[in-house]
């Protein structure tokens, strides 16, 4: 069976890993996660500040 694969850059946040629309992970882009590869939050405590795009693979 086919998944739909999503990897989202969320505006002014984390990467979002979903499959067949549920979130699977959250990756760090800011640069600051103390959990890195995986977001904790840094980037809203830090101002972190980008656009949102998307990455579809179906």
């Known amino acids: ?3 739909s694969i999503i ?3 969320s505006e002014n946040g984390p990467y979002l890993i979903k499959v ?3 979130v699977m992970t959250a990756l760090c ?3 600051g ?3 890195k ?5 840094t980037h809203a405590k830090i101002g972190f500040k980008a656009g949102r795009a ?3 693979i179906d």
Do not use: F, L
Not at 37 to 41: F, L, N, R, V
């Open 37 to 41: 590869p995986y977001c904790d939050g």
């Open 33 to 35: 996660s103390k959990n």
């Open 29 to 31: 882009r800011c640069g």
């Open 54 to 56: 998307e990455v579809r």
């Open 7 to 9: 990897i989202e850059a």
């Open 1 to 3: 069976m086919a998944k």
């Open 20 to 22: 067949d629309g549920k």
